[in-house]
């Protein structure tokens, strides 16, 4: 990929359009030109940068994300769930959780899409969520042969669609906190 001469705030503008359309029309539905339109870009400068629609939707979310995780160190694993949780305020983990469950659904028939967004989001993701649970396992809050450590990215990814599936409603940040605190913590602290 060649590197962006665009500026950063150019690129952060950028980035929330592609994520405004893609709320608005869904992946399958958003096209180059929309974004191009939507940005004042022309959309060779948008394939010299990103080269396809699944690059760029997964740079966009790559670049929102932020990987917070590993940014977070309260010196304790429910401190460091808990301060995750609290970096996002409902209304955009309501917005967040729509954009997901789309991607999720259009990964099925986008093999590109589903490699772009596993490469640049959910790696670096469950990555930084490991290294949370892995300095608590320094800290001696976990057992180093705690098997739950494999499925927090399952436990923590995963509840944005059971809740939706079994409530029709989506996790706000009450919801998360009391879900890290009765599902997820007692998994990893188990003996």
Request: glycine share 4%.
């Amino acid at each position: 990929m060649s590197r962006s001469r665009l500026t950063p705030e150019r690129e952060a503008e950028l980035f929330e359009a592609v994520l405004e359309l893609l709320r608005e029309v869904g992946y399958d539905s958003l096209t180059m030109d929309a974004v191009a339109a939507r940005t004042r870009s022309s959309k060779a400068t948008l394939y010299r940068q990103w080269h396809n629609k699944p690059e760029l939707v997964a740079t966009a979310l790559q670049h929102t994300s932020g990987h917070a995780a590993d940014e977070v160190d309260t010196g304790s694993l429910r401190g460091d769930f808990h301060a995750l949780v609290m970096r996002t305020d409902d209304c955009q983990l309501e917005k967040d959780s729509a954009l997901i469950r789309g991607l999720v659904q259009a990964v099925h028939t986008n093999p590109d899409l589903f490699d772009a967004l596993r490469k640049k989001v959910l790696e670096p993701d469950m990555a930084a969520l490991r290294t949370v649970v892995d300095r608590a396992v320094d800290r001696g809050e976990v057992g180093a042969e705690n098997p739950a450590r494999d499925f927090v990215p399952h436990m923590l990814f995963g509840l944005f669609f059971a809740i939706q599936m079994i409530e029709d409603r989506v996790p706000n940040r009450d919801f998360l906190t009391r879900y890290v605190d009765a599902v997820v913590l007692p998994a990893l602290e188990a003996r």
